[in-house]
């Protein structure tokens, strides 16, 4: 087949310009490309199509400096109109009707298929999982891919310049999205931990305000009880009683509620809240 030749000298041919062409390496983190075979391509995919044409394991890379470009030559397939004889199928200009015969009957059907049209295509595809990108030429009627080998090798390398940009593009995004994840997380803990605190120092209001009323409650009924006394014994009982509330402070619940620090007013962030920015990345 022409496939294998073709591959060999587009290979050659960036060999020939400096840069060299490998099955990508096991440690090279790079993905083959899904690659539309039909010639033509004016309607879009069945979104339930699934390709089971062969394809290597790992795909083919060309090094434009330490820049990997996928590379995968491809037979396309054309639409046929193909008819049903003798057990296969044939093209429906390929075939001739039998003769008329009383004793046979030629039982026949048409039906059309893609079948392989022994033009190429090259595609040229970045291989990075981060970005999607690709280029790709292809045989016509009149003309094949052998005689555009000198074009498509420059244009490989004038392409690098853009998949580079889009792959420092890409990884920029990366990393402001990767800052704003970081920063996502570091405020749900401190949001989280601020709510725990918060209720823990509710909590603790409600239980000194409950001790101060016990307090208070236990200084009324020494205040009953000294009553019963006579003026000289009650005189330094109400002045111990004093100095005790004053020592005891405030009893008002809204003097304690107030006191109290929301999650919000202990919530304070360790990142600034992310901007807005344009889609030009300005």
């Known amino acids: 087949t022409r496939c294998p030749a073709d591959a060999n000298e587009l290979f050659n041919a960036f060999e020939s310009a400096g840069h060299r062409v490998v099955i990508a390496p096991n440690g090279e983190h790079v993905r083959r490309a ?16 699934y390709s089971s044409l062969w394809s290597p394991y790992r795909p083919t890379v ?27 199928y044939i093209r429906e200009s390929d075939y001739t009707p039998p003769k008329a015969s009383r004793h046979y009957a030629n039982h026949t059907w048409t039906t059309t298929r893609d079948i392989p049209s ?10 990075y999982w981060r970005v999607h990108w690709s280029i790709d030429w292809q045989d016509t009627k009149k003309t094949s891919l052998h005689s555009a080998l000198k074009s498509i090798v420059k244009s490989v390398e004038e392409s690098s310049i853009e998949l580079i940009a889009k792959l420092e593009e ?22 989280e931990k601020s709510v725990q605190e918060s209720q823990e120092h509710l909590g603790q209001i409600i239980q000194q305000w409950s001790s101060v009323m016990s307090v208070a409650g236990f200084l009324t009924g020494v205040e009953q009880s000294a009553f019963d006394l006579t003026e000289e014994e009650r005189a330094p009982v109400l002045e111990r009683l004093k100095l005790a509330r004053e020592f005891l402070g405030t009893q008002a619940p809204l003097n304690f509620f107030m006191a109290w620090t929301t999650p919000a007013e202990r919530y304070q962030p360790r990142f600034p809240a992310p901007s807005v920015s344009s889609e030009n990345g300005d």
């Not at 022994?118 to 291989?127: C, I, K, Q, T």
């Not at 402001?176 to 405020?187: G, P, S, T």
């Open 34 to 49: 899904t690659i539309d075979e039909r010639e033509a391509q004016d309607k879009p995919r069945d979104r339930y199509h």
């Open 62 to 88: 060309v090094y434009i400096g330490n820049l990997a470009i996928g590379l995968a030559v491809i037979e396309m397939s054309e639409s046929a109109l193909l008819r049903y004889v003798d057990g296969k």
């Open 118 to 127: 022994g033009r190429l295509r090259l595609v040229a595809y970045s291989p």
């Open 170 to 191: 890409a990884d920029r995004k990366a990393e402001i999205a990767r800052l704003e994840h970081l920063a996502a997380e570091e405020r749900r803990r401190r949001e």
